[in-house]
């Protein structure tokens, strides 16, 4: 049950501070004068003074916000607001006080104002600090370890995020998350407290600690940690057969605060990051803050990802834009519960609909465009070359021209590695869709830039989810080949990199995310396996079926003969393609395989879509679906 201090509302602060500034007032002559004749004489000029402190110092309280504070949770931020506002009124006070002096008008001692300051100071911050001091030994009697309920924690990482999770612990007792003690490889931090919390240790004696402790579960608090880091930590927990959770990464927690119902479950992304590199935060706020955003695909997992993080800078409008109603409508709540502020218009069409496209630039006037709608997957399109055709190039035309006759500033097309030397359909028409956008930039002179990099962890269809349900469903997992390996990307960090690349662009650049080592597709099962409490070999089992048709045993992100630019970012590239086709051949080009679409003519369209981009695409048989 709360108790009633715990409920006091911020009017009757407005009371007190009345009756304490007269108090203060009061206490200030007689702390000056001394009770006897002389005080007596002064009082009079006591009660003047006393009656212009209570006109004068509420009303600063108010204008500096000091009745709009929860003060049962405040914090070191509010003691110094509250410092910041008696000064601020006693200095107003004084220089009134010290101008009727001056003027004669009256007969303060002029040592009073300073007294006063330091009476106020300690009445009016006195009793707001006893209200945070009295809730805290509150939520201590609650939180003591004979309650049943509570879960005894052991957190790793001693740092901001880590003092953030223990804060939220104690200030939320009905989480039953009680803190035993922090984990950092910082020495210096060792046997120090945080929160009355100790660093117990560095974490290599994760598992000795979390037995002397009686640890019932470790919560990981390094947004920032590489995967290496969190690997260590992870199996240490299953050697100290420990459940574990995480706070989300640094790119997860962009535009949102943490609270404890964010804790989640190690998942293998984490196990893959890599440390946060230098950002140019400032040049991607000049180019979405205010500004109209339009993002294509916005129901996708790349594209919700987009319409988060763009939300987070701030503009003036964000358009939502997709083909499936449901995917859009779903990503709408989900932004509109995040960003209430922020004017979001979800818009049902097929970028494959030109008329459509223009109607929508017209009404909406989008001045930054994030296009990341198309199709994806590789055996899915090699059994369909015409529609990928139809949606990823001439959707991607629709899209450039639509955005020329509009005069949009900036375009950002999402692209792909499988763009470099293309074997498959899919590949072969991101590598034109680039070109497309490359081609419009030099038409307009404006910064329309492709970002190009490998597969994001957990998107929509990609292996992730699909391991996981082979190993819920028991096994096995299957995988095409032993050697096969790709690059992976969480899909927060990506689109961060997205965002820090499309406020580089100067026009028509092709940027190349770095993604550190490739990463074998059978670790990436292992892992999946472990987290998910199990072994790899004994309880879930690995099979392999067979490369499919349009794969590769391994990803590039760029040809070997490639000329690369260091960005102003350490992890993207510029890429200097000289594989492109002017103005009119261009237009050509997309009308005879428009053309070759509409008739159906699959040979020929792969034969001269292969002519375009340099690719080796044949005719492949229909792919084995066994092997998804």
């Known amino acids: 049950?709360?108790?009633?201090?715990?409920?006091?509302?911020?009017?009757?602060?407005?009371?007190?501070?009345?009756?304490?500034?007269?108090?203060?007032?009061?206490?200030?002559?007689?702390?000056r004068l001394e009770l006897g004749p002389t005080f007596l004489a002064y009082l009079p000029v006591a009660l003047l003074f006393a009656g212009q402190a209570i006109l004068l110092k509420p009303l600063v309280f108010w204008a500096m916000g000091l009745y709009r504070r929860y003060w049962a949770y405040a914090s070191v931020k509010d003691m110094l607001l509250i410092f910041n506002t008696v000064t601020l009124s006693s200095v107003i006070l004084g220089a009134w006080i010290y101008i009727n002096l001056w003027l004669?008008?009256?007969?303060?001692?002029?040592?009073?104002?300073?007294?006063?300051?330091?009476?106020?100071?300690f009445l009016v911050g006195g009793v707001r600090l006893s209200l945070r001091l009295?809730?805290?030994?509150?939520?201590?009697?609650?939180?003591?370890?004979?309650?049943?309920?509570?879960?005894?924690?052991?957190?790793?990482?001693?740092?901001?995020?880590?003092?953030?999770v223990v804060r939220e612990m104690q200030r939320n007792p009905d989480l039953h998350l009680m803190p035993v003690g922090f984990l950092d490889d910082d020495p210096a931090k060792i046997h120090q407290r945080i929160h009355g919390v100790a660093v117990l240790g560095p974490l290599q004696e994760l598992a000795s600690i979390s037995v002397e402790e009686h640890a019932d579960e470790v919560v990981i608090a390094m947004p920032s940690a590489s995967g290496e880091v969190f690997r260590r930590v992870t199996d240490?927990?299953?050697?100290?057969?420990?459940?574990?959770?995480?706070?989300?990464?640094i790119y997860e927690l962009t535009g949102g605060r943490f609270s404890a119902s964010r804790l989640r479950s190690v998942e293998v992304g984490d196990l893959l990051r890599r440390e946060p590199a230098g950002t140019a935060?400032?040049?991607?706020?000049?180019?979405?803050?205010?500004?109209?955003v339009l993002v294509t695909g916005a129901g996708g997992s790349i594209g919700l990802e987009l319409c988060r993080q763009v939300a987070h800078w701030g503009p003036s409008d964000l358009i939502l834009l997709g083909h499936g109603e449901n995917s859009v409508f779903e990503g709408l709540l989900d932004l509109g519960e995040a960003f209430p502020s922020l004017p979001l218009h979800p818009i049902i069409a097929d970028i494959r609909d030109l008329a459509r496209i223009r109607?929508?630039?017209q009404e909406h006037r989008p001045q930054v465009i994030f296009h990341a709608a198309a199709h994806k997957h590789v055996p899915l399109m090699e059994a369909n070359p015409e529609d990928a055709l139809s949606n990823n190039v001439l959707g991607t035309r629709n899209l450039a021209e639509a955005a020329l006759e509009a005069e949009v500033e900036r375009l950002v097309l999402i692209s792909s590695d499988k763009a470099i030397r293309p074997t498959s359909i899919m590949g072969a028409t991101k590598r034109l869709a680039e070109m497309i956008v490359r081609d419009a930039a030099r038409r307009s002179g404006r910064p329309y830039v492709s970002v190009r990099f490998g597969n994001v962890l957990g998107s929509r269809g990609s292996v992730v989810p699909i391991f996981r349900r082979q190993i819920n469903r028991g096994g096995p997992i299957t995988i095409t080949h032993p050697d096969m390996k790709r690059y992976f990307m969480t899909i927060p960090e990506a689109v961060h990199l997205v965002l820090q690349a499309a406020s580089l662009g100067e026009g028509g650049e092709v940027f190349i995310l770095k993604m550190g080592e490739p990463v074998r597709i059978v670790s990436l099962a292992e892992d999946l396996i472990r987290l998910s409490g199990l072994e790899p070999g004994k309880d879930v089992q690995i099979v392999f079926t067979g490369i499919r048709p349009g794969e590769k045993l391994g990803e590039q992100l760029w040809e070997d003969d490639t000329i690369l630019e260091p960005t102003s970012h350490p992890d993207i590239l510029r890429l200097e393609d000289n594989h492109t086709l002017s103005g009119v051949e261009m237009q050509d080009r997309l009308r005879e395989l428009a053309d070759l679409v509409q008739r159906g003519q699959t040979g020929e369209m792969i034969e001269l879509l292969n002519q375009t981009v340099g690719g080796?695409?044949?005719?492949?048989?229909?792919p084995e679906w066994t092997s998804l």
């Open 104 to 121: 004669g008008w009256q007969s303060v001692p002029r040592s009073i104002p300073f007294i006063d300051w330091l009476v106020t100071l």
């Open 134 to 164: 009295v809730t805290e030994l509150e939520q201590g009697r609650r939180r003591m370890p004979g309650s049943a309920l509570a879960r005894r924690v052991l957190v790793v990482g001693a740092g901001e995020a880590g003092s953030l």
């Open 616 to 622: 080796t695409l044949g005719q492949l048989p229909p």
């Open 281 to 292: 935060d400032q040049a991607v706020g000049q180019a979405l803050g205010g500004r109209r």
């Open 359 to 361: 109607a929508i630039f």
């Open 1 to 31: 049950m709360r108790l009633p201090h715990l409920a006091v509302r911020n009017r009757y602060f407005f009371l007190v501070d009345l009756l304490l500034i007269l108090a203060s007032a009061f206490l200030s002559f007689g702390l």
């Open 236 to 249: 240490a927990c299953r050697l100290a057969k420990v459940p574990f959770r995480t706070m989300p990464g």
